[in-house]
């Protein structure tokens, strides 16, 4: 198998159905085991929740949440209940998510191709390296900004920030344009700089992968092996720190833009 | 790698997570964190009501030890006042008492003098006469004489 072949093949979904109706189901099921994941242990912790002396577990979940409300604190004017539920859900799956990208690039296609026998078998495991995942939360962080601004600036209010923002009422047209650019560069800004950065981290992973598949051969291997595994452990350490910065962007871009959304003077 | 229906199906359980994060996690833990930092604030603030109180209860058991030694110190003095006053008392009494004894002494005294002499007296008067009589070797009339006598007795 060839070096472009390899990268790929593991760049390809295993899907079901054809043209706009394929469901790329690698992604779908792992992004909802994952967050399954997270509502299980969310609901173990929940029964023996304490209140004076928490342990370990609870102890790390409540300085996330901490973590989380003090971002939301910060950056969102005013009060809304929903805001915290939704920084800490996008925090913690989009970390999780990302997390799959620190298994080693083989170990799940190729169980996976043991399972089923099927040695072409795709399987892509990284759900944010699939812009289905990341464009869906920045959609539906979307639809909850255009929610948000209406109800707070009304019909009327929400279509003068287009006629009148931002220089003022002497280039209706012009404003219309940067308006609605900036408005939607907002969801598209987030999900492909998630996607962007989870896509070359993964193929960086690849890449790393390919020198012991490729030159790894005879004696070569001596030197060649321990180079990947240096490179896969550097690769890996600085990547943890890209998975939470990535997971942290979205979180507090999210709140951001949902701030700006109830802002009232804008 | 292109856009497709997973893209319906990740709003999905983007949406439905956040349901579940918001009832499972978000909402018990930051209810939770809550209530204890109410705790921790209601133990701080009667920690230092208590410390106040403490204070005031150091300051009274003072206010009343000081009060106790100035009632001691009274009850002392009073107590020594009283007690030299009883001295005094008893000496005066003591002095009166000797007195008395000693005039009821001197009256005694003076008694047994007046007594004496009297007896004293009536012997000289029996001796003069006796010896008036050796004297005069004649009987002297004591009835007839009595008078004289009586007077003699008293010029004794």
């Known amino acids: ?6 990268i790929q093949h593991h760049l390809t979904n295993n899907t079901i159905g054809e043209g706009f109706w394929t469901f790329n189901m ?16 969310a609901a173990r912790l929940g029964k023996k929740l304490e209140t004076g002396t928490p342990g370990g577990f609870q102890n790390f979940v409540e300085s996330i949440l901490d973590f989380v409300a003090t971002n939301v604190r910060d950056a969102f004017p005013g009060h809304n209940p929903l805001i915290a539920p939704i920084a800490l859900t996008i925090f913690l799956w989009v970390w999780i998510m990302n997390f799959m990208d620190l298994i080693p690039v083989d170990l799940l296609p190729y ?5 089923t026998g099927d040695s072409h078998a795709y399987l892509k495991v990284v759900p944010t390296t699939d812009l289905n995942t990341t464009l869906a939360m920045s959609f539906t962080v979307f639809a909850l900004i255009l929610f948000y601004n209406i109800k707070i600036k009304g019909v009327v209010g929400f279509i003068k920030m287009f006629l009148f923002h931002p220089f003022g009422k002497f280039f209706v047209p012009v404003n219309v344009v940067m308006t609605l650019i900036e408005e939607i560069a907002k969801p598209l800004s987030l999900a492909l ?10 193929l960086v992973f690849l890449l790393i992968a390919l020198i012991g598949g490729t030159l790894a051969v005879g004696a070569a291997a001596l030197f060649w092996a321990p180079l990947q595994v240096l490179l896969d452990l550097g690769w890996l350490i600085f990547h943890l720190l890209v998975i939470t910065l990535q997971a942290f962007i979205f979180m507090v871009l999210t709140i951001v833009y949902l701030g700006m959304a109830h802002d009232e003077g804008h | 790698m292109s856009i497709n229906a997973t893209l319906l199906i990740q709003i999905i359980a983007f949406v439905l997570l956040i349901w579940f994060v918001n009832k499972v996690l978000w909402g018990p833990l930051s209810k939770l964190m809550e209530e204890r930092q109410k705790k921790i604030a209601d133990g701080l603030s009667a920690a230092e009501k208590g ?3 403490l204070e005031l209860a150091e300051q009274k058991a003072k206010e009343v030890l000081k009060e106790a ?5 009274n009850v002392l003095s009073q107590a020594e006042k009283r007690g030299s006053e009883i001295v005094e008392d008893a ?8 007195d008395r004894i000693k005039a009821s002494a001197q009256a005694e005294i003076e008694q047994e003098v007046s007594r004496a002499r009297e007896e004293l007296r009536k012997e000289v008067a029996v001796l003069a006469i006796s010896g008036a009589e050796k004297i005069l070797s004649k009987e002297v009339n004591a009835a007839a004489h009595n008078d004289m006598l009586e007077a003699l007795v008293k010029q004794i």
């Open chain 2, 51 to 53: 410390k106040h109180e």
């Open chain 1, 193 to 202: 700089r998630l996607f962007g950065n989870m896509f070359a981290g993964e």
């Open chain 1, 26 to 41: 690698d992604t779908i099921v792992v992004s909802f085991l994952l967050g399954a994941l997270i509502v299980f242990m």
């Open chain 1, 111 to 115: 169980l996976y191709q043991l399972i």
């Open chain 2, 69 to 73: 030694k100035a009632q001691a110190q």
């Open chain 1, 1 to 6: 198998m060839g070096t472009v072949e390899y």
């Open chain 2, 91 to 98: 000496k005066v009494k003591a002095t009166e008492e000797a």
